[in-house]
């Protein structure tokens, strides 16, 4: 290979490396839990192509990202408003509290087995003997079942049918497709539209229903401040409120 050619290739190289380089600090970085991981990147494509802005989305169970969010971490968003109060008090200086904003809240819901065998239709159908209940004990959901049960005076009769528990609502879903004993789930409701394949969902009438918050807030290293401001805008323009909604949020 001679000296020109050797020179084009390298040069060829350089300016591949340079250029990715570049797309990776122009890019938003956004961090959160797998809740909402499929509305927040079906928001971060429509604000991408609109703003020349790519945004990418990283979500899932914190341990799996939170080393990679404490390096380039724009925007960081939860499930419920106390995980990301929970993600502030964990992490001291990762987040800038004063930005912090609700964007929308999802209400909650059961989830039942295809074509519903064991005719679920109220939460009081969960206190009946042979039921057997998947509990989600964090990802935004600790406690949900039980703020529902107590309005309706069943805390009892469904804590005696809980078979099972799981720290997050990934290692539940993993459980509900691999463990045919479980019968209902109580969850956001907003989850039946990633599991329809699944699941049945069984919707809880709005004055008895709880809902929780979705909050979003820039971090405290970003360098993109304005381009973080830009984008949780677009997240709560009408636009931004009509995909949300299109995944189950009001």
């Not at 419920?80 to 909650?108: I, N, V």
């Not at 065998?117 to 935004?140: C, F, R, S, V, Y």
């Not at 459980?175 to 809880?204: E, G, P, T």
Request: with cysteine; proline share 4%; aromatic share 10%.
């Amino acid at each position: 290979m001679n000296n020109m050619k050797k020179l084009f290739i390298s040069t060829v190289l350089l300016t591949a490396v340079l250029f990715s380089k570049a797309q990776q600090n122009d890019t938003l970085y956004a961090y959160g839990p797998g809740g909402p991981q499929a509305v927040m990147a079906d928001c971060a494509a429509v604000f991408s192509k609109k703003m020349s802005m790519p945004v990418k989305v990283i979500a899932g169970p914190e341990a799996k990202w939170i080393e990679q969010a404490k390096q380039n971490a724009d925007v960081v968003f939860g499930g419920a408003e106390y995980m990301l109060t929970q993600f502030k008090m964990q992490h001291p200086g990762l987040m800038d509290s004063t930005t912090r904003t609700e964007l929308y809240k999802r209400a909650a819901g059961i989830l039942v087995r295809p074509r519903n065998p064991k005719k679920i239709k109220t939460l009081k159908d969960l206190t009946k003997p042979g039921i057997n209940i998947l509990e989600i004990t964090g990802a935004g959901q600790l406690g949900l079942w039980e703020d529902l049960a107590g309005r309706q005076n069943l805390i009892g009769g469904i804590q005696k049918n809980i078979k099972g528990a799981f720290a997050n609502t990934a290692l539940a879903i993993d459980a509900w497709k691999s463990d045919n004993k479980y019968d209902a789930v109580i969850i956001f409701a907003s989850w039946y539209l990633r599991l329809k394949d699944v699941s049945q969902l069984i919707k809880i009438p709005v004055a008895q229903t709880v809902y929780r918050g979705t909050p979003i807030a820039i971090t405290a290293i970003t360098n993109k401040k304005d381009k973080a401001q830009q984008f949780i805008g677009f997240l709560l323009s009408n636009e931004g409120h009509a995909i949300f909604k299109k995944w189950g949020w009001e």
